[in-house]
């Protein structure tokens, strides 16, 4: 009696590698036609005046507090942040820093770049504050660049979930701590 089934088996197996090795060739392919490039925008209403939220926002005594970083922190520092300064991004599991670098202040907008740590593609962020009838919008915008080889384009695709949530959280502290 011959055993037909082992071979039946086999025919199935290779067509099972083949179509994954088929959809697997698909994404890296269709990855090298894909940006690597990411904008997140997340926005919040806080019931303050613009002038109060603008001091504030880069002070020592409330950046680190409202400004949420997964599994790391603002360092503590003294006074406001002005054009050209920095303060660092410390993480609870890593040794590394990273750095926060205020660009550009004006009245209504504040640009400031962060790289989360060494040799890790900057992040630009720019937040502005829109008066809106005794209230304040304030609205943050982050763009940047990933380079993590062949699934750089496939994070950026997620990118506004990921860190959205990240800036959700941050503008939900600063609202609750200004409306204190």
């Known amino acids: 009696m011959k055993d037909t089934s082992h071979p039946a ?58 400004m949420f970083i997964q599994k790391g922190k603002v360092e503590p520092f003294k006074g406001a942040l002005a054009e050209g300064d920095s303060v660092a991004l410390s993480y609870d599991e890593v040794p590394e820093q990273g750095v926060l670098s205020v660009i550009e202040l004006s009245d209504n907008r504040i640009r ?10 900057i ?14 919008l304030v609205a943050w915008t982050i763009e940047g660049n990933l380079s993590a080889g062949l699934l750089s384009p496939y994070l950026a695709m997620f990118a506004n979930n990921i860190a959205g949530d990240n800036f959700e959280r941050s503008l939900q502290n600063l609202k609750e701590q200004i409306e204190r």
Not at 112 to 121: A, E, T
């Open 9 to 66: 088996a086999l025919y199935k197996l290779r067509k099972v590698t083949r179509i994954l090795a088929l959809i697997i060739l698909l994404m890296v392919v269709g990855g090298f036609f894909m940006p690597t490039d990411y904008r997140v925008e997340r926005s919040v209403l806080i019931d303050a005046p613009r002038d109060e939220i603008y001091k504030d926002l880069f002070h020592g005594d409330s950046l680190p507090n409202w």
């Open 112 to 121: 400031f770049d962060v790289r989360p740590k060494p040799k890790v593609n």
């Open 123 to 136: 992040v630009h962020n720019v937040i502005t504050l829109q008066p809106s009838n005794g209230s304040t």
